[in-house]
């Protein structure tokens, strides 16, 4: 089992140190770090980047020589990543970020709805049913854009809106089948994230009906903790072992990596 989908002190995670130690505590044979990374002239996000410390492309370098020493160290393979915030209004900066970055995979994600946070069910709880639903709409418009894009390795947790009350149980067959069908012509692959599996929510994406969906289209997986602490990685681990056990899904690594 490897986790290739966790966060350090580089963004909104622990010390790099601590998460390498827990994952050898798991068992894991390799950790990839996706710190956040927001890259765009609109200034809202630039708020973000600056409160959230969102901004791997100023930092990247420096955590990579802290990579290269705990590699030194480690009985773990440890990956140097990132997770990139999307928006097709942004794909030329990230591609030119992504080329000189050179990171040893890339992880996508669709983070933002109307300008606002997708995950804060405050920012939707006024919109009328009508409203919702094209916004779930506009959400899957950007997964798939992001996948057409070809910028990247991994799409994080491809139906985030789960995760937001006003949001979930919205999706339709129909944008699974739309979203599975870009995968299968696209290098990018989905993952089975645990981020919210041993929570209240008892949230794994891909929920079931997608799950459903893209095993139809015989889609790839990799697996992700989305771990942000120690004890998430210690604790995922042995979840997503036996989820993907349970549905028969063998993960694979990134397409970037050998």
């Not at 790099?16 to 390799?30: C, E, I, K």
């Not at 959230?52 to 990579?64: E, G």
């Not at 057409?148 to 809106?161: K, T, W």
Request: hydrophobic share 40%.
């Amino acid at each position: 089992m490897q986790d290739f989908h966790a966060h350090t002190n580089y963004s909104d995670g622990r010390f790099m140190f601590q998460m390498v130690r827990a994952a050898q505590r798991a068992g894991l044979d390799g950790i990839g770090f996706t710190d956040h990374c927001t890259i765009t002239d609109r200034e809202h996000r630039q708020v973000d980047r600056a409160r959230y410390a969102f901004n791997l492309d100023v930092t990247y370098k420096r955590r990579r020589r802290g990579i290269e020493s705990l590699r030194e160290e480690a009985d773990v393979a440890i990956y140097d990543a990132v997770e990139m915030d999307y928006d097709p209004r942004d794909e030329a900066a990230i591609a030119d970020f992504l080329d000189e970055a050179d990171f040893d995979y890339v992880v996508g994600s669709v983070h933002e709805l109307d300008e606002t946070n997708v995950q804060v069910a405050s920012n939707y709880a006024d919109r009328s049913d009508e409203a919702l639903d094209v916004l779930v709409e506009t959400y899957f418009d950007r997964l798939v854009a992001l996948i057409d894009s070809e910028l990247f390795d991994v799409a994080a947790h491809p139906d985030l809106i789960e995760r937001t009350p006003p949001l979930a149980g919205r999706a339709t067959e129909a944008q699974y089948r739309r979203v599975a069908e870009a995968f299968a012509d696209s290098r990018t692959i989905p993952e089975v994230n645990a981020g919210r599996a041993l929570t209240d929510l008892e949230l794994v994406h891909p929920t079931d009906p997608f799950l459903d969906v893209l095993l139809e289209y015989s889609i790839s997986f990799t697996t992700g903790s989305d771990a942000h602490t120690p004890e998430e990685i210690e604790a995922r681990q042995p979840f997503l072992q036996a989820f993907t056990e349970q549905w028969g899904i063998e993960p694979i690594a990134p397409p970037a990596l050998p």
